[in-house]
């Protein structure tokens, strides 16, 4: 006999189990949680996330997700088109835009360079991105992907293709990478407080 | 302008944000994966949610979740019919299972009588209890309920219930409380050690 009373049961807590960084108990949990809500509301549930797989859309110029042709940052008459901001995904975005900080627009990759992954340049969204810039007049490409082995791995390839277009007057720069602000220098790890003192900026006082 | 830039993604967000103990940032993350999957792995995983909430049924006898009209446990004739575990959901049944020490059968209340919840004897399983043991020949009703208060108004409020029946030969019993099997004494909390030590049992050297 199964471990669950009902295969309708075990059924619900694989498939939520199949998320990531949620466990069987979890699952048991949460599915016993939708049990007891009212079948409309598991229905509304259920049809939030098929409808978002099924009816999603993602920008044109950017490849953000959106729910028209073109995001609401591209289409923006308040944002600067010159200058484009390249992330990862979409969580990038968001994180960046509740910042405050920036008032360009972006470029989604839709994931990173990395050979242990299978994942190699024409599996994101790098041409596109060379395609926005070579006709257009843009200044300058922030690079703000991951600060790891494959994030620069993407940005040196980046770098490379831009550099290959020869536009002169192209601006291409990186978020900084430092100690973390509010952080202690002791508790910073090596590398990051080792870069931190050889990428050193001038004190503006 | 709303944080998500999409209407679609918001309200996917929303949803899985709802669930116990899933905050915002989780719950974007999951269902930015399930974005990530193919279409009929989404539309598989909706509807395992809708077919139970749809087609769960409760099993008679014991009240707990079953695809039949009568549980595996209560249908089974390998399990002894003259114990019942009286426990307050599914979880519990599945964790008495798990450990292979009991053979009878349950009875699941569906919650515990918390007064501040608003939740009364009539809001749980304990008349259909009451009338399981009534006609029929148990021998034993076995409380394993939370270890709170609830769980111990609960129990008093079944035991006073069952002592009403008149039926002698009747064993109400309740699980062992005490110190965990493998906890050191100083780690125990005081309320659990003192009591351990007042219901302490002979030693079987």
Redesign the interface.
């Given at each position: 006999?199964s471990?669950?009373?009902?295969?309708?049961?075990e059924?619900?807590v694989?498939?939520?189990g199949?998320?990531?960084?949620?466990g069987k108990k979890?699952a048991?949990?949460?599915?016993?949680?939708?049990?007891r809500?009212p079948?409309h509301d598991?229905?509304?549930?259920?049809?939030?996330?098929?409808?978002?797989?099924?009816?999603?859309?993602y920008?044109r110029i950017c490849h953000?997700?959106?729910?028209q042709d073109v995001?609401?940052?591209c289409a923006s008459h308040h944002r600067d088109k010159q200058t484009i901001c390249v992330v990862e995904?979409?969580?990038d975005?968001?994180s960046i835009?509740?910042t405050g900080q920036y008032s360009g627009v972006y470029h989604v990759l839709g994931g990173i360079i990395s050979p242990m992954d299978g994942i190699g340049p024409k599996d994101i969204e790098i041409d596109s991105l060379v395609a926005r810039i070579e006709p257009e007049d843009i200044q300058e490409v922030i690079l703000a992907l991951p600060t790891t082995m494959e994030g620069d791995t993407t940005n040196f390839y980046i770098y490379r293709r831009l550099q290959a277009l020869g536009r002169d007057g192209l601006r291409i720069s990186q978020i900084a990478r430092g100690v973390a602000v509010g952080n202690e220098l002791e508790y910073t790890d090596e590398i990051t407080l080792g870069r931190s003192i050889l990428n050193r900026v001038e004190f503006k006082g």
């Amino acid at each position: 006999m199964s471990d669950y009373p009902s295969i309708l049961l075990e059924n619900a807590v694989r498939q939520v189990g199949s998320l990531p960084g949620v466990g069987k108990k979890t699952a048991l949990r949460l599915v016993l949680h939708l049990l007891r809500q009212p079948k409309h509301d598991v229905d509304t549930f259920a049809e939030s996330l098929t409808k978002l797989k099924n009816e999603v859309r993602y920008c044109r110029i950017c490849h953000n997700i959106s729910d028209q042709d073109v995001c609401p940052i591209c289409a923006s008459h308040h944002r600067d088109k010159q200058t484009i901001c390249v992330v990862e995904n979409v969580q990038d975005v968001m994180s960046i835009e509740n910042t405050g900080q920036y008032s360009g627009v972006y470029h989604v990759l839709g994931g990173i360079i990395s050979p242990m992954d299978g994942i190699g340049p024409k599996d994101i969204e790098i041409d596109s991105l060379v395609a926005r810039i070579e006709p257009e007049d843009i200044q300058e490409v922030i690079l703000a992907l991951p600060t790891t082995m494959e994030g620069d791995t993407t940005n040196f390839y980046i770098y490379r293709r831009l550099q290959a277009l020869g536009r002169d007057g192209l601006r291409i720069s990186q978020i900084a990478r430092g100690v973390a602000v509010g952080n202690e220098l002791e508790y910073t790890d090596e590398i990051t407080l080792g870069r931190s003192i050889l990428n050193r900026v001038e004190f503006k006082g």
